[in-house]
């Protein structure tokens, strides 16, 4: 069974920088691309940052340049820097592999970025 745990969340002034971190477990983890997402309130869950099996990555133009996705196959992580906060990225940040649509969501790990 997928599990994923994510947590590095917490209030930070705009301009500051968080890194979050997912852990999973219950598939290979090596073999599967992975995405971080994020669920403002009152909208859809939006994917935010991608990384392949490779480490290739892409990011929505909303966060590009200020956010980076990298991994550690070692220990099953995927992480999230985030820099340059904005209000506008608070939310509930999510991890999930897109290759394996039937995993459950994870608890999330709550961004808030205000003075």
């Known amino acids: 069974q997928v599990q994923l745990v994510e947590s590095g969340g917490g209030l930070v002034q705009p301009g500051g920088s968080l890194r979050l971190s997912c852990a999973a477990a219950g598939f290979t983890f090596s073999n599967f691309s992975m995405t971080w997402y994020r669920q403002i309130l009152g909208k859809e869950r939006e994917s935010v940052a991608y990384i392949n099996q490779i480490g290739s990555t892409m990011y929505a133009d909303s966060v590009k340049d200020r956010f980076t996705i990298s991994r550690d196959n070692a220990k099953s992580t995927v992480y999230l820097q985030m820099n340059n906060l904005r209000p506008e990225d608070t939310a509930v940040y999510y991890c999930?592999?897109?290759?394996?649509?039937?995993?459950?969501w994870g608890q999330g790990t709550q961004v808030t970025v205000s003075s």
């Open positions: 999930k592999p897109p290759g394996i649509p039937t995993a459950d």
